[in-house]
């Protein structure tokens, strides 16, 4: 059964980073694009940063300068380094995964930045 799990979360002040990994577990055959979503209280979950098998990325306006998403194929894994957060980025982050029998995610992790 293939599953995704996330690490890293944690508290940090505001300007703090963190980095954020999705390891898989289970067979995996091909891995098409990866990405991480957030959702905070309240709101719905959104989309913070794609990358493709080929490394094209894509960011939320919101994140854009700050998080760096990148994967490495060969462990199936994907990472997103988080930099200068602020408290509006506090949210339960989601790693997502494509694959050709469908879409995979994992269970979350929380982040919460605050002094």
């Known amino acids: 059964q293939v599953q995704f799990v996330e690490s890293g979360g944690g508290l940090v002040q505001p300007g703090g980073s963190l980095r954020l990994s999705c390891a898989a577990s289970?067979?995996?055959?091909?891995?098409?694009?990866m990405g991480w979503y957030r959702q905070a209280p309240g709101k719905q979950r959104e989309l913070v940063a794609l990358?493709?098998?080929?490394?094209?990325?894509n960011y939320a306006d919101s994140v854009k300068g700050r998080f760096t998403i990148s994967r490495d194929n060969a462990k199936n894994a994907v990472y997103l380094q988080m930099n200068s957060l602020k408290p509006e980025d506090t949210a339960v982050y989601y790693c997502?995964?494509?694959?050709?029998?469908?879409?995979?995610w994992g269970k979350g992790t929380l982040v919460t930045v605050s002094s």
């Open positions: 289970g067979s995996i055959f091909r891995i098409n694009a």
């Open positions: 990358i493709s098998r080929g490394d094209s990325t």
């Open positions: 997502n995964a494509a694959l050709g029998s469908g879409a995979y």
